[in-house]
């Protein structure tokens, strides 16, 4: 899965390009299904901004909307038995791996029929069938528990691999680095997956952080890492099953990062005042992966109904799990009490 | 088909904001993601973005209106797909949960814990009597402990500093490296937030650690994973995802070590649902409830005592010897106080009962064994016989473990009470390093006897 421009780099540099040259990697079947999972997560976080305006959606809601192509073209690399872990902006991610819209919609909106039986809510639901193991509220901390999980792989020796993903902000904290020096020294079979959306909530990456390539951060341990147009979902893929296949070979961890940009503010509640309306509006006409992909389908000769049943069927989807979410009842009274602690055998 | 635009709520407290501004009107042609108006509430300005395309038909809400409710209609859309039009339901209907759950790693149904259930009667059957005892120390028991467990379930394994090649910096792994490997006892860097989220990790998957703390004052880097990564998970993920892990190590006060590692932790992690906190004392105590903790399906907190290590007890020698998490132990039967405590301070409540005994006071202590769940029932049901408490710890008083097991009494037996509870406990200061200064800040044998006999109204 080495392609052209990518072939046996372990690094490139630079700002993100959208180039459709990149995009040839996949066959015209796996572009299609890419463009069915972004679109899905888009009209999915779209569904979600409004049912939290019109407050059926509670607390803190973090939309993935703009980096779509990031979680796509990652799972597209992975096998069953594989892991995921995220953080609090984790819709994207659940989908993804092919979790139901109904089951994340109707945890959003607090019911018994979420994920989580509407006790976790947004920020924190998992299922161990799907190998996704949360959604974590507190930054940074799902990295050392991914590097857990990948600890794990390597203890049952199965072959299996983690994305752990984790953005520009809480690239930052020190369990980070802790995890980077333990994922190298026990040779750790785990992807960290940085997707940088250039603002941790309202600071721009550069008055964050000192280190101008994220990718790198991993080489005082020699983790390789990549930097990624995580706009463009071939371009992701290629880079992921590079990852993958290091971590597979037992080589121990690589880091990716991927350039990225989410369009929505970082909560619901964010003016967004410390971008441009321009910056935003120049990603979303340029580098948009749903626009991208769906270009390059329509060029290699996809008829335009083709898509369109595509959207139909993701619309009535995200219409259903809307439906769904609201009429699931909320969780009976006695589940405050239940799922606390497991009974001891 | 038209689609009506709701005011929407742009964080969780918003009820109403002023529509500030249309940036669209009447006739205009709509995309996905154009910023159609300027909401001002409190606390900033927001931008309301157009989610399906259209033509914007008719502005409902002129702008410069303040006051506008949350989720009334200010504007209409044609030839959106209607997203926003759609209404919360009024009457849930029941429906099927998105997936079978998947069965959590050796567990069985998830409880609830009442800690607030009243005491459900007299005191628990008495102990198993477990046959032939032999002397080993605590460290002894503690390794033995975990021997047994990692020979029983190869999905246990030992990770800390210094707990492989150097045996344990307190010498409790002694030999667990040449029984089971590097794989299974494995050195970390000092790294404890990390390697402590890294086995919060493993255990999610459905292993087994322990994580040896060289002291629980050093699970203060790690402490969010202790509480928030492993106590919270399972109740967050609807019961999905548990967390079967051990957090031990050495707490509280050792010798002349100052204050960064001299304090007791049991109150701080007593406070968490989801967690299990047990002090053992004794050698019997380390023994049984490490090996209960190991095959416990929740987190446990497992708080040993340093000074306590090297002491000896009799310990039973049966090999399936263990004990129940959440179960007190009359260490002294007695009828006119109730001294309680745990850890090292059973140690002090014992030669405190003697002297009392001496004095005509009989005293019946209780070794708490296990902090959370607190094993309320045993204690009750002692103050109903000796209608007087004492409380013994070695951490701080303010917040601690006697202040909520002096609660809980009187909660449930303040009608037996003929006097005020009692608290002995380490003095509110920092440790002092200095050997006299230290010797002021602990508890000692003497404060339990004047305690009881403060709460005997005795001289």
Redesign the interface.
Known sequence: MVQGADAGTTKRRGKAKAPPANTQGLTQEQMLQAYRDMLLIRRFE??A????????I???CHLYIGQEAVVVGMQMCLQPGD?V?TSYRDHGHMLATG??A??VM?ELTG??????????GSM??????KGF??????VG?Q???????????M?REDGTVCLTYYGDGAANQ??VF??Y??AA?FKLPVVFVIENNKYGMGTSADRASASKDRSQDGSPWGIPGEQVDGMDVAAVKAAGERAVAHCRAGRGPYILEMQTYR?RGHS??D???YRT?EEVQKM?EQHDCIETARKILLEAGLPEAELKTVDDDV?AIV?DS???A?????PDESE?????????? | MGATILMPALSPTMTEGKLARWLKKEGDAVKAGDVLAEIETDKATMEVEAVDEGTLTKILVPEGTEAVAVNSAIAELDGGEGGAAAKPAEKPAAEEVPEAKAETPGAAAPVGAATHAAPKGPASEPEKDWGPTKSITVREALRDAMAAEMRRDDKVFLMGEEVAQYQGAYKISQGLLDEFGAKRVIDTPITEHGFTGMAVGAAMSGLRPIVEFMTFNFSMQAIDHIINSAAKTLYMSGGQLGCPIVFRGPNGAAARVAAQHSQCYASWYAHVPGLKVVAPWSAADAKGLLRAAIRDPNPVVFLENEILYGQSFECPTDEDFILPIGKAKIERQGKDVTIVAFSIEVGVALKAAEQLAEEGIDAEVINLRSIRPLDIDTIVASVKKTNRLVTVEEGWAFSGIGGEVAMQVIEHAFDHLDAPPARVAGLDVPMPYAANLEKLALPTVEHVVQAAKSVTYKK
Request: net charge positive; charged share 20%.
């Open positions: 779209e569904k901004g409004q049912l939290y305006g019109m407050g059926l509670g607390g803190f892991q872990i979790m139901e109904r089951g109707a019911r018994s029929g979420g994920y989580s039986k509407g006790k976790g924190h639901m998992f299922s161990r069938e193991y949360g959604g974590h509220g507190i901390a990295v050392s528990i991914g590097a857990g999980l990948a600890f794990a792989n203890y020190g369990q802790e995890s020096n333990l020294l369009y619901m509640s003016p967004a005042k309306r979303r619309k219409a809307a439906e769904f609201q009429t699931s009842p909320e405050l009490w239940t799922d606390i602690l497991l009974e001891a055998r």
